[in-house]
């Protein structure tokens, strides 16, 4: 899917300029072993995609996705965790849309006010931050604060991690039905269909 340049006029890149990439995004299941495909940008809108499932064995053309650091040593200049999962989404521009060019997207988990359940989707919103495990480059989110014994007393330390709540899932988001992945925020995800999974970044050749 194709966007003009006027669609895009809004988006300002101000994602980390350390990259790594491309890679494909490998989708492979914790319990259901049958679950093993790849990641595919989906369109679901204007200038938004869906983290779908596409199940089997990928080609190359699976290589669309990139990884930008979001720090980097001062004193060494080597990049650091966590980051951002980016793909670029192409759009038209010139006399006719005769010239095709792209725009970085980075992932992001869109909030749902009725299931603990998020979607992943590529989009212009507030981007999430992931790291990964160097040895499996398997996706996971650093930490975030445990309130579930909270009380009257303040916590000596409220977080845990590393979570890895990736699901796959079949998700509805503005009339676009697809298997797509999604992070549950507390387990058992409210969804039925949902199927915890790893995703991690793999080269095809």
């Known amino acids: 899917m194709y966007f003009s340049a006027a669609v895009l006029a809004f988006a300002t890149s101000a994602f980390a300029q350390n990259q790594t990439g491309p890679f494909a995004l490998h989708i492979t299941g914790k319990t259901d072993k049958t679950i093993d495909g790849y990641g595919a940008s989906c369109h679901s809108g204007a200038a938004i995609e869906t983290l779908c499932y596409s199940a089997g064995a990928a080609s190359a053309s699976a290589n669309q996705y990139y990884y930008n650091y979001s720090s980097y040593s001062p004193d060494t200049g080597a990049v650091s965790q966590p980051g951002l999962i980016t793909w670029n989404l192409p759009f038209t521009s010139g006399a006719n849309g005769s010239s095709v060019s792209y725009e970085s997207q980075a992932l992001e988990l869109q909030v749902n006010l009725v299931s603990n359940v998020l979607p992943a989707m590529f989009g212009f919103g507030d ?79």
Not at 164 to 187: H, I, K, M, P
């Open 127 to 205: 981007p999430t931050y992931f790291s990964f495990h160097p040895d499996n480059g398997t996706f996971y989110v650093g930490s975030a604060v445990d309130d579930s014994s909270f009380n009257e007393t303040v916590p000596v330390e409220p977080y845990v991690g590393p979570i890895d709540n990736f699901y796959l899932c079949y998700q509805y988001f503005e009339g676009y039905y697809y298997r797509s992945v999604g992070w549950a925020l507390t387990t058992p995800p409210h969804n039925p269909s949902c199927e915890p999974v790893n995703v991690a970044m793999e080269v095809v050749a």
